[in-house]
Nanobody, 131 residues
Framework: QVQLVESGGGLVQPGGSLRLSCAAA????????IGWFRQAPGKEREGVSC????????YYTDSVKGRFTISRDNAKNTVYLQMNSLKPEDTGVYYC????????????????????????WGQGTQVTVSS
């Protein structure tokens, strides 16, 4: 059974850091494009950062460039999102995802959710940035 489990969310002050983790079970993460998405209250889910499966290419939405870093540890079958210099507008539920049906051609397409019907999703972890 394909499963993704996120952890690492919490409450942090503006300017602080968090590292989100996403552990995969039932499949090998390094075979698939992966991504982190977030959904703020009253807003649609958006792609934050995505990574390709073979060449390690990465994509970041403009608002997080220079502050967030996506990575994966294939030995642990886990993907991470290091978030630094957090801002109140980063608040939301963060989800990790994998392109299980391998419909995505580029990391930007992954984050644009063009073929999200083929994604596996985790349950999400809450990130709140507030003083």
């Amino acid at each position: 059974q394909v499963q993704l489990v996120e952890s690492g969310g919490g409450l942090v002050q503006p300017g602080g850091s968090l590292r989100l983790s996403c552990a995969a079970a039932g499949f090998t993460l390094d075979s698939y494009a992966i991504g982190w998405f977030r959904q703020a209250p009253g807003k649609e889910r958006e792609g934050v950062s995505c990574m390709g499966n073979s060449d390690g290419s990465t994509y970041y939405t403009d608002s997080v460039k220079g502050r967030f870093t996506i990575s994966r540890d294939n030995a642990k079958n886990t993907v991470y999102l290091q978030m630094n210099s957090l801002k109140p507008e980063d608040t939301g539920v963060y989800y990790c995802s994998a392109d299980i049906l391998q419909l995505v051609a580029t990391v930007q397409a992954m984050c644009n959710m063009t073929f999200s019907r083929g994604y596996a999703w985790g349950q999400g972890t809450q990130v709140t940035v507030s003083s």
